[in-house]
């Protein structure tokens, strides 16, 4: 079975940028596609940005020009760069797969302050 784990959350001001990593137990970088989907109090899981297999990527509308995907397939992570942050991105952010195949980890928690 696949484990992934998020890194890189923190506390950052509006406007600020943060780099999430995730790492996954075997090599599913390279075959599969991957996503980070995201998640505030009270709302939906959400999915955010996703890559496929061979590079191509799609984001949501509430993040596009802002964050930016992508994955080594060498060190089997996956990156999400996020850029200009606004305080609705804050959120509990999670890897997967584009459709959540796999167990979910903790995620790495992602705060944007006013």
């Known amino acids: 079975q696949v484990q992934l784990v998020e890194s890189g959350g923190g506390l950052v001001q509006a406007g600020g940028s943060l780099r999430l990593s995730c790492a996954a137990s075997n090599s599913i970088i390279s075959t599969d596609g991957m996503a980070w989907f995201r998640q505030a109090p009270g709302k939906q899981r959400e999915r955010v940005a996703s890559i496929t297999s061979t590079g191509s990527t799609n984001y949501a509308d509430s993040v596009k020009g802002r964050f930016t995907i992508s994955r080594n397939n060498a060190e089997n992570t996956v990156h999400l760069q996020m850029n200009s942050l606004h305080p609705e991105d804050t959120a509990v952010y999670f890897c997967?797969?584009?459709?959540?195949?796999?167990?979910w980890g903790q995620g790495a928690q992602v705060t944007v302050s006013s």
């Open positions: 997967n797969d584009p459709v959540g195949d796999y167990y």
